[in-house]
């Protein structure tokens, strides 16, 4: 099993990328480590809604003008090195 997914949603008022993990209890330690990217406006951890979802989400929203097909493959690549990290210093 992947230790995450992401998915661009593109809503009405804000697109935003969602980051749905395996283990929900790392979702604080992984909006901490997201906080460093410039072009993120506000990090939230939500409550998730649908078929085959974890019970939670991070939701990602991002500044104006920030093109979020880039930022969604910035933030999978500093995901896997977080997580090729996290596995390393076990």
Same mark, same amino acid.
């Given at each position: &099993?992947?230790?995450? +997914? %992401? =998915?661009? +949603? @593109?809503?009405?008022?804000?697109?935003?990328?969602?980051?749905?993990?395996?283990?929900?209890?790392?979702?604080?330690?992984?909006? *901490?480590?997201?906080?460093?990217?410039?072009?993120?406006?506000?990090?939230?951890? +939500? =409550?998730?809604?649908?078929? @085959?979802?974890?019970?939670? @989400?991070?939701?990602?929203?991002? *500044?104006?003008?920030?093109?979020? @097909?880039?930022?969604?493959? %910035?933030?999978?690549?500093?995901? $896997? $090195?977080?997580?090729?990290?996290? &596995?390393?210093? *076990?």
């Amino acid at each position: &099993m992947l230790p995450f +997914r %992401s =998915e661009i +949603r @593109n809503s009405p008022t804000q697109p935003t990328i969602k980051i749905f993990l395996s283990d929900e209890s790392l979702d604080g330690r992984i909006k *901490k480590h997201l906080e460093h990217f410039k072009e993120i406006e506000t990090i939230e951890i +939500r =409550e998730s809604i649908g078929q @085959n979802r974890v019970g939670e @989400n991070i939701t990602i929203f991002l *500044k104006e003008g920030v093109d979020i @097909n880039k930022m969604q493959q %910035s933030i999978e690549s500093s995901l $896997w $090195w977080y997580f090729e990290e996290d &596995m390393v210093d *076990k």
